[in-house]
């Protein structure tokens, strides 16, 4: 069984811009809004209060962050069968950078359970501890890491669909010059976290724009059909 009929290049576009788009929220909610409403920097006992105030938002972080890896397989998969007539090759190696932050994204949402875990046992035992506090902010920090960890492949990913795009002759080469530079935008950002820790400065924060303008473009606009059928003849 397939995902789409690949006779109808149309289709494939508008899902996979539809499908695009759906991870503009979820991004925002799991990536910045609930970090911004529960976090607070440097107070790890202040956190710890927010989250046990808002103990349903935080919750629905951890939902959200892997309703967004599932989003995200179905959407590499839904991109593969659009762009696989440029270059199969190409295609495969951007479907394996996509799937390989997958795990580490779900895998990563331990931390916050581990969070849940703790709170409500320190809950129950109605005490504060030293190292209690330790390890929430423990937790807090490699959940921080393992975002970051996943971000290379985000960025990857962005690579050779950018060079299909390019390639393709039935999307705009400006968009996918846009993926390419998304991508490395967010690799960048991996590489100032692990060697300049004190520099705050995020590129993928001005580099992303592509990433909104590709599912607009394929959802409004879909592909130019007499394109995309003479790079896929069959």
Known sequence: MTLVNTNKPQNIARISGLLYLLLIPLGIFGILYVPNILVVPGDTVATIAKINDNNMLFRLSIVNALIAQLVNIFLVLTLYKLLKPVNRNYAVLMVIFSLLAVPIAMLNELNYC????????????????????????????LHESGVIIA???????????GRLIIDSGFLPKTIGLMMVIAGLGY?????????????????????FIGEIVLPLWLLIKGVNLQHWRRSNPT
Do not use: C, H, R
């Not at 703790?118 to 035992?125: D, I, P």
């Not at 971000?151 to 669909?161: C, D, E, S």
């Open 151 to 161: 971000q290379i492949f985000w960025g990857l990913w962005l690579l050779p669909m």
């Open 187 to 207: 690799i960048v950002d991996v590489f100032n976290w692990l060697v300049f820790p004190e520099l705050k400065f995020g590129f993928s924060e001005f580099t």
């Open 114 to 141: 581990a969070i849940l875990i703790l709170t409500k046992t320190e809950l129950l035992a109605g005490n504060g501890s030293e190292q209690y506090i330790v390890l929430i902010q423990l937790f807090l920090d």
